[in-house]
């Protein structure tokens, strides 16, 4: 596809035919990230005391999380700006989004690994490490914070791809440190018997890959925007507000970090390690119910924001539309496989019987808010493709700051089984914000964009 005939299509081609052309690449890269961040744990989980590595392991994902978060900060918010951009025909203003995404990227980078790399074993303890899993924890986080600037430059640069109408490319990106990261995790963990230091090396050289990848994409003669050299510099005006929209999905990502953290202290004190281990399989479940979701959000986002530039309301209504049926029908679907057969899932990361009972009867608990979690994803995505950073922000934070953190700690205050109590924060956090941003997107569809379609 040329350049001038991707951006035609996003204006004019059938909404229902390019939100799936769009969407299946983004779809199955976020099932192939899916991949990428759980084959670590599957490997993990399979070496001699696999059930204790991966939950020290499980104890690093909070700082995982919020590099992908600050990730998400510039490249989920340089994203829709650069396509409403293209949208109002400047292709420059959206080269100078781009370029203050590459400079910001990679300060964000050195500043957290050398902060991390200087304080990561204190935090360990804090995220609840006991003295079986700390070394585990400490040994992955050394060497995958080496690789914190891979990790940001492709997670931060590829959203600057699939927002051209390149999904295809964008999908590639994941694969090719998906499909390196499989094939490197049990040569380093088992062939070169480096363990759980093997499992982060691999990752970090996929994603180097990946890195290099992108930044070639993004240089060459084949995109619509390039980076180039005069604009990776920042632009304060620029580079506050692709901040002012990023901040949605940071808060999105970053307060993951605080419910990992949250849940572990909780979970080892009324569960032991063995809840932790538990809460470790259960995100990377969720993760596969999850990404898949943002998938197609991801899919409807390049044609959300284009035609919302351009001002034409019907296809952002269709757009819309579209995204919010094929969240909600994957989200219920596959709920309810892992609501029906937990086990199987279970028996992915780890074989062991009691951490299979365990996590069955965790998974039957925390799971249950997820069955209608596409109405949250999908609208939460819209207003974030709209420019909505405000009402994004506050529906990032209604339902882990406001109701899912606080409850995490005070439902244990008012039940007799605590265990119990921090597992239904989530189901009860869930229903909540579903409810909540259901009604806040109603008001704005019915008033607002009616309202810019008849000016």
């Given at each position: 596809?040329?350049?001038?005939?991707?951006?035609?299509?996003?204006?004019?081609?059938?909404?229902?035919?390019?939100?799936?052309?769009?969407?299946?690449?983004?779809?199955?890269?976020?099932?192939?990230?899916?991949?990428?961040?759980?084959?670590?744990?599957?490997?993990?989980?399979?070496?001699?005391?696999?059930?204790?590595?991966?939950?020290?392991?499980?104890?690093?994902?909070?700082?995982?999380?919020?590099?992908?978060?600050?990730?998400?900060?510039?490249?989920?918010?340089?994203?829709?700006?650069?396509?409403?951009?293209?949208?109002?025909?400047?292709?420059?203003?959206?080269?100078?989004?781009?370029?203050?995404?590459?400079?910001?990227?990679?300060?964000?980078?050195?500043?957290?690994?050398i902060g991390f790399q200087i304080y990561?074993?204190?935090?360990?303890?804090?995220?609840?490490?006991?003295?079986?899993?700390?070394?585990?924890?400490?040994?992955?986080?050394?060497?995958?914070?080496?690789?914190?600037?891979?990790?940001?430059?492709?997670?931060?640069?590829?959203?600057?791809?699939?927002?051209?109408?390149?999904?295809?490319?964008?999908?590639?990106?994941?694969?090719?440190?998906?499909?390196?990261?499989?094939?490197?995790?049990?040569?380093?963990?088992?062939?070169?018997?480096?363990?759980?230091?093997?499992?982060?090396?691999?990752?970090?050289?996929?994603?180097?890959?990946?890195a290099i990848w992108v930044l070639k994409?993004?240089?060459?003669?084949?995109?619509?925007?390039?980076?180039?050299?005069?604009?990776?510099?920042?632009?304060?005006?620029?580079?506050?507000?692709?901040?002012?929209?990023?901040?949605?999905?940071?808060?999105?990502?970053?307060?993951?970090?605080?419910?990992?953290?949250?849940?572990?202290?909780?979970?080892?004190?009324?569960?032991?390690?063995?809840?932790?281990?538990?809460?470790?399989?259960?995100?990377?479940?969720?993760?596969?119910?999850?990404?898949?979701?943002?998938?197609?959000?991801?899919?409807?986002?390049?044609?959300?924001?284009?035609?919302?530039?351009?001002?034409?309301?019907?296809?952002?209504?269709?757009?819309?539309?579209?995204?919010?049926?094929?969240?909600?029908?994957?989200?219920?679907?596959?709920?309810?496989?892992?609501?029906?057969?937990?086990?199987?899932?279970?028996?992915?990361?780890?074989?062991?019987?009691?951490?299979?009972?365990?996590?069955?009867?965790?998974?039957?608990?925390?799971?249950?808010?997820?069955?209608?979690?596409?109405?949250?994803?999908?609208?939460?995505?819209?207003?974030?493709?709209?420019?909505?950073?405000?009402?994004?922000?506050?529906?990032?934070?209604?339902?882990?700051?406001?109701?899912?953190?606080?409850?995490?700690?005070?439902?244990?205050?008012?039940?007799?089984?605590?265990?119990?109590?921090?597992?239904?924060?989530?189901?009860?956090?869930?229903?909540?914000?579903?409810?909540?941003?259901?009604?806040?997107?109603?008001?704005?569809?019915?008033?607002?964009?009616?309202?810019?379609?008849?000016?």
């Amino acid at each position: 596809m040329t350049n001038k005939s991707s951006q035609n299509e996003l204006e004019t081609g059938s909404v229902g035919k390019l939100l799936f052309k769009l969407a299946t690449p983004a779809i199955v890269a976020q099932l192939v990230n899916v991949l990428y961040n759980i084959v670590d744990r599957m490997f993990i989980g399979r070496m001699e005391n696999g059930a204790v590595a991966m939950a020290g392991v499980g104890l690093s994902f909070p700082i995982i999380t919020l590099i992908s978060a600050f990730s998400a900060l510039i490249g989920m918010g340089g994203g829709p700006l650069a396509a409403i951009k293209m949208g109002e025909k400047d292709n420059d203003g959206a080269e100078k989004i781009i370029g203050n995404a590459v400079a910001a990227l990679i300060i964000l980078s050195i500043v957290i690994t050398i902060g991390f790399q200087i304080y990561k074993e204190e935090i360990l303890w804090l995220f609840g490490a006991s003295n079986n899993t700390i070394t585990y924890a400490v040994d992955y986080m050394r060497i995958y914070l080496a690789g914190t600037i891979f990790v940001m430059i492709a997670l931060g640069l590829n959203p600057f791809i699939t927002t051209q109408g390149f999904a295809k490319i964008g999908m590639i990106t994941v694969t090719i440190g998906a499909v390196l990261n499989i094939v490197l995790d049990p040569i380093f963990i088992f062939g070169l018997n480096m363990g759980v230091k093997g499992a982060a090396l691999a990752t970090i050289i996929s994603q180097g890959v990946s890195a290099i990848w992108v930044l070639k994409f993004l240089s060459g003669k084949n995109t619509i925007l390039k980076i180039r050299l005069k604009n990776i510099r920042i632009n304060s005006n620029i580079l506050g507000k692709m901040m002012g929209l990023g901040v949605s999905p940071f808060i999105m990502q970053s307060t993951e970090s605080l419910v990992l953290i949250s849940l572990n202290t909780k979970l080892r004190m009324y569960g032991g390690d063995i809840a932790v281990t538990a809460m470790t399989v259960m995100s990377s479940i969720m993760q596969m119910i999850t990404l898949p979701i943002i998938g197609i959000t991801q899919g409807a986002q390049p044609i959300t924001s284009y035609n919302y530039g351009a001002r034409n309301f019907d296809r952002v209504k269709k757009s819309f539309k579209l995204c919010l049926i094929s969240c909600v029908t994957f989200t219920v679907i596959a709920t309810s496989a892992c609501l029906a057969f937990p086990a199987i899932f279970v028996k992915i990361f780890n074989n062991n019987s009691e951490l299979i009972q365990f996590t069955s009867w965790a998974m039957r608990i925390y799971f249950v808010g997820m069955l209608f979690f596409g109405v949250q994803i999908a609208c939460q995505q819209t207003f974030l493709a709209l420019g909505k950073a405000k009402i994004s922000l506050i529906l990032a934070m209604l339902r882990k700051i406001i109701l899912l953190i606080p409850l995490i700690f005070i439902l244990p205050m008012f039940m007799e089984n605590k265990l119990f109590a921090v597992l239904l924060a989530e189901p009860v956090a869930d229903i909540l914000a579903i409810m909540s941003t259901a009604i806040c997107f109603y008001i704005f569809y019915q008033k607002t964009l009616n309202i810019e379609q008849d000016k």
